[in-house]
């Protein structure tokens, strides 16, 4: 409690902060959820995808005739059904792409780029029927060199993905050239050169990152109807049913009023479905068939031809002096986009300093073709690369200077005002006092202990920074007759935001969280809506429920204030109920008021719309790790870890503990096992859950969640966005720890047993 | 126009009183459109109901022991299952009724009422297992006298359907007895003896008219699922499905945040189904099955077991100076309401007299159980019976002092200010307009001409009254980015109202009305809005558009002062757009203010509710029928027929064109084909199409609408409902025209051809 005189106490909570069992939970543990792939409908078609077994070619000719003539095909789409579509500059944000891009990414124009592209889809009377069709269905490749490595893809002598790609940024002299250099931005801020001058210690170092997916555990999925007078109706798992309306109506060439989207229930997305693949599909198939045509992703699809996150390599190079002030940092990043321009290597460059305030900073950003599926967005999109970078140079410039490596980010810590390399000023942001409660932890001053034979222990600490997102939301609040309250956003629910929504609802309204009924509508039910991802959803969403539960009390106000026949500003809405604030006693609860309504003006309807961009909270996450590494084999187990996040203010603590803990584990997972194998050609190989290896329970010890609460001034109860930062810092946790435990610096990911190995045998 | 300098111009519409093609148009032509039937969830049951064989009967028994040891049947329920419910005093609108009463309806408790009342319902597997397993259900019945008829049910010796029935109202001497009578209403103003001592002529008579059912082509049908934690859904063909979710609630105990309800599709209500038969029971078979349930009516369920309405009996004296004066008119009008109280009755004796100024008027309107369905809301409920006795009387008085009927008509026409029966004054009101409309059409002038052997030609006129109603809508209206705008109102769609409500938004908004995207929502996705009856969807819900449209303007104009850095006040919309009262020429159109309204503050949503009980516009209506009388046979052919109505305001004509041309055939039917045959012991006879003969397309000549214009000045456009008063003249008015033709007078309806040719052969 603050004892400053002239702050006002902190809001005491009846709802907020309290950890009820989510609304849709019953509906998903019994299996009864409606998922995408669960939507059916009268007359259903079922579709396949053709896709490419080339990494790289020339589509010379495409032959549908033995397809088409197969009894029970219905339809047939090429690229050749797809409008053409022009260029657009502006961005619509993380994972998006050029519009003409996305076009090509969702069937294969003039060429294929990467092994799994689409080619072509034909719907049929059951899946077996359009498998079989889509297996004679006859393409004619010329096959082209791939490149697949970002550096080599950099290279002058490079195949060319597109050869009207010329890069934007960067030399001018070399704009000119086809390239698959898609954009160079460079950031600087202070004088980095004067900041490495002043350092006593600096080291620079580079790193490379494996391409890595999402692994979401439900497929992707489209069910589309057209009707005649081409009304379009889409059903699909999304992140976002606006964007999937956006985005299908820029490809098809539709007025947004053309077409409807329903977000089904969704089986995770991680920013992997803030984009679209089935469902242009899916309407063009409808629309050619006459019927509702449903196309669902396997396994090997969804890690082949949808959006994982980018593979790396950067540069650092980071100077300090004695005493613990660091100085200068120098950067360079090279993100794989895949086969269409737009990596997060921007949001990379700037995350990736700032956790510290450091004066002097230059970071270029790369953002590189190759013959890899597209990239989307995949949690706090771009910052893991970067921080694997900088926070294990952090870590071994502070052993070189021999002081604690907690205790020189503490020192270094960025703060309210420390500027950014992109410009912007930090915020008010939890960072020092994140570091602190790591100092403080129980974890911190636990022995390590040591471990049998050949295996050594070591811990491990890290950063991570995430800027966090606001972007548009809009809420309706219906105010049932009997007193309970029925919420409407368009945020599909990943982590459990019906549920905090429904929680401020509550809060503001004086209800049981019980008595409010939160749903998510369809694009046509709601206003518009931007995409579940950036954090945003209990901050943007839940500002939309704030002030429509703002207006809905207005209205009690108002009512109130008809039935007493008094001025509207002689009645105050207070823990669920109006009072007067003339006649003494005088009291309507929300129930009473709820059932007069009709009689006091009719129903009672709260809403509102935001765009939440200056509501923005940014978030701190930190990891703390132990882990056993075996010498002899290579192998490293997590022991213990304790993740640490200033969340702002924690609606439903238990949700933003299990954000923090997934997102925990997925930087786990990509620190040590996942990556993208291809072979020379371009084929991935390992396009299945046995062969992309992600952490399951077994391998873990229980991750411990430390939340941190530095309120957002921006937000009416302090929130910030928590759903991604906490993936940011495990990778360099965690090779700080096999450092901290065996002096090897592993500088790749995954930190695979070869890969650990082979650092063991050539430590310094 | 108006030449009154003092009156403003008419407003210029540019959508209102366009003829656009429905939104749902293609949908339902293309049978795609969703019906409660075609809702299908996986694991479905389907349910059938066990329905008594007996008119009235006590249950000694019901054995389920042979149909649960079925294979396949997962679910039975009886009268056992439903919580007790208490009675409740308060009337919930039109076709309503006590919920001890609704809950006993939709399962017999310990006695049946009437021929197909439900006694048990079953889920198995599929619609065969659930039948046969239906057969297995044992139930034990000690078979009780019927009472059919409305008089007989009055008289001291009748069968008594409710032991604990007693009269509300009428003498307080038999208040204490056991009675049929569930209540007397009298309503009287001014001094009828008086008014029958200044009269010049008198006529009594009494009439009879058959129970007749709307005949909706869609049977009744419901699909339900019920959670673990017993939150349950709904989809089912309604005409409100708050009303469901309200009345679910009552049977079932159940709070309101326990039951969301999507509406269907609607195949036809026509006040049928403003109340619920199978949706508690597809909540409880679900809920005891664990699976989701379908209940889907045959039409002979529908005819047997559902809301028909009041077949009655009516005796009205009234009285006429010589020169045209109406100067008294007393009636007693007994309806039936069958199985459980709550017949229109009141309504008629309302209704009666309402289109006439007259001074002294008395009315006792009874109640009347008999063993037939408890009848439900039909279009005007009430006023078509009591119109054919009050209309018929009319025309016979004036043929008696040698006045033509339409004149003496003009001469009493209701107007502004004119008392009715229960008391209130019309309000500006069409009456006059109306038939001086009817004067002056072609048809009133055209000869009649000859008809060939023993058929007469004759032609006849009456006209009609409805009170219309108000009642509580909600809309929300969501502008999309691309300047379109999605419409969301709880009105399930019966006559348009889509399309009616998207005009209303276009026409404030300045856009094509092909650009607002309307839909219907579920209970839980927009406000409180009361059921799609008493012609008040297109008034209420519209005004509820029409509120939400300046809720979105006036957004508008605080974007674009906010774009344009100035006062709201010096901003205007108009036409599509924001024009500056400031700076010359200066405009942003709707589209651009969608598009950029990211940046002004997040998306537009306009929102609004209304309880329009205040805005009601009563609704008059007349028809102009020729018909040919075959004096051999009794059967009459309606050869033209016109249908007048003041409309208020038409916002789609053609589609008012409709809701007359309906209204008038179902009149039609009602007066010559249309009734409920039961045998001695309460069997109904003719529980199918084939035997219940409604008109269809080859039995009619062209209905010819004339719409009539009178402002209702409580509304913005001047809307008045107009669904249900053009089945209210057709029975007299085709009486008057057989009397006409013949000088017979046919006193019961139907006037099939026995009737008719009894009253010719007593004609006096």
Redesign the interface.
């Known amino acids: 409690m603050s004892t400053n005189p002239m702050e006002e106490a902190p809001r005491e909570y009846r709802v907020i902060g309290t950890r009820p069992i989510r609304h849709d939970g ?2 998903k543990v ?1 299996g ?1 959820a409606v998922y995408g792939a ?1 939507v ?1 409908l ?1 007359g259903l078609l079922h579709g396949s995808v053709v896709r490419s077994p080339h990494a790289h070619a020339r589509i010379l000719s495409i032959d549908t005739s033995r397809a088409a003539a197969l009894p029970g095909v219905k339809a047939i789409v090429t690229s050749a059904d797809l409008p053409e579509v022009r260029d657009r500059e502006e961005a619509l944000g993380e994972g998006s792409t050029n519009p003409r891009h996305l076009s090509h990414n969702i069937l294969a124009h003039d060429k294929v780029l990467y092994h799994g592209h689409a080619v072509a889809a034909v719907a049929a009377t059951s899946p077996h029927v359009a498998a079989e069709a889509a297996g004679l269905i006859q393409v004619e490749y010329e096959v082209l060199p791939p490149v697949l490595d970002v550096r080599a893809a950099m290279a002058d002598d490079a195949p060319i993905l597109h050869a009207d790609l010329r890069t934007a940024g960067g030399d001018p002299k070399k704009a000119g050239t086809p390239s698959n250099v898609a954009m160079i931005t460079e950031f600087e801020i202070g004088d980095v050169e004067a900041g490495f001058a002043a350092a006593d210690e600096i080291i620079e170092r580079t790193f490379d990152t494996a391409m890595v997916h999402q692994g979401y555990i439900e497929p992707h999925n489209a069910v589309a ?1 057209v ?3 081409g ?1 379009a109706t889409v059903w699909c798992s999304t992140q976002g049913a606006f964007d999937v309306r ?1 985005l299908c ?1 820029e490809v098809l060439g539709l ?3 053309k077409l ?1 989207v329903y977000p089904a229930e969704i089986g995770g997305g991680f920013g992997g479905k803030t984009t679209i693949y089935l469902e242009p599909l899916a309407i063009l198939l409808a629309r050619a068939s006459g019927h509702p045509v449903k196309l669902v992703m396997s396994r090997s699809d969804v890690l082949r031809a949808t959006g994982p996150t980018s593979g790396s390599h950067i540069r650092v190079k980071m100077g300090v002096t004695r005493d613990g002030t660091l100085t200068a940092v120098d950067a360079s990043l090279a993100y794989e986009a895949g086969a269409y321009p737009g990596s997060p290597v921007r949001m990379g460059a700037m995350c990736m300093a700032s956790p510290f305030a450091i004066e002097n900073q230059r970071m270029v950003a790369y953002d590189v073709c190759v013959n890899r599926p597209k990239t989307a967005a995949y949690r706090a999109p771009g910052a893991t690369n970067a921080a694997f970078a900088c926070e294990t140079i952090v870590d071994e410039l502070a052993r070189k200077i021999g002081m604690d490596p907690l205790e020189l980010r503490r020192k270094n810590a960025a703060h309210e005002g420390t500027p950014m390399v992109h410009g912007p000023k930090h915020r008010r942001i939890g960072c020092a006092e994140l570091l602190e409660a790591a100092q403080r932890s129980d974890h911190a001053s636990a022995p390590l202990g040591n471990a049998d034979g050949p295996r050594k222990r070591g811990r491990g600490f890290a950063t991570g920074y995430w800027f966090n997102a606001g ?4 809420a ?1 609040i ?5 007193g ?1 309250a ?1 919420l ?1 956003t368009g945020s599909p629910d990943i982590g459990g935001t019906r549920t905090s929504c429904a929680m401020m609802a509550a809060e503001e309204l004086g209800l049981p969280v ?2 409010v ?1 939160p ?1 998510v ?1 369809d ?7 931007d995409v579940t991802g950036g954090s945003r959803v209990t901050l943007a969403t839940g500002l ?1 429920v704030h002030d429509a539960a703002q207006d809905v009390k207005r209205q009690l106000c108002e009512r109130a204030a008809r039935t007493w026949k008094c001025a509207i500003e002689e009645v105050r809405f207070d823990d669920g109920g109006v009072d007067s604030l003339v006649q003494d006693g005088e009291r309507l609860s929300l129930a009473e008021l709820a059932k007069g ?3 006091t ?5 709260g ?1 509102a ?4 961009q200056r509501n923005v909270g940014s978030a701190f996450g930190g990891m703390m790790v132990d882990v056993e590494v075996d010498t002899e084999t290579g192998r490293v187990d997590v022991t213990r870890c304790t993740v640490f996040q200033d969340v702002g203010k924690a609606i439903h603590p238990a949700y933003v503990e299990g954000q923090m803990q997934g997102g925990a584990v997925q930087g786990i997972g990509w620190a040590l096992n996942e990556e993208y194998v291809y072979d020379d050609e371009g084929h991935l190989e390992n396009d299945g859950f046995l062969d992309y290896r992600m952490p399951v329970a077994l391998d873990l010890p229980m991750i411990e969640p430390v939340i941190i609460e530095v309120a957002n001034p921006a937000h009416p109860y302090g929130v910030r966005g928590v759903g991604e930062v906490s993936i940011v810092a495990p990778p360099a946790a965690i090779a700080n720890a096999i450092a901290d435990a065996t002096g090897a610096r592993v500088e790749s990911l995954p930190m695979s047993p070869p890969r650990v190995l082979a650092a063991l045998h050539t430590r310094p």
Not at 471 to 474: A, H, P, Y
Not at 523 to 529: A, F, K, P, Q, W
Not at 609 to 612: F, L, P, Q
């Open positions: 019953i509906d019994t009864r669960d059916s009268p109807k009707d005649p007078d009304q956006h109506a007025p947004l009023s409807r972007l548009q939301s809009s309706t219906s105010i049932n007759p009997d309970t029925s409407v019980e008595l009924r749903s509508a694009t046509d039910s709601i206003g518009l809506t939309a309504a009709g009689r003006g009719g129903p009672i309807v809403r719309t935001v765009n939440a």
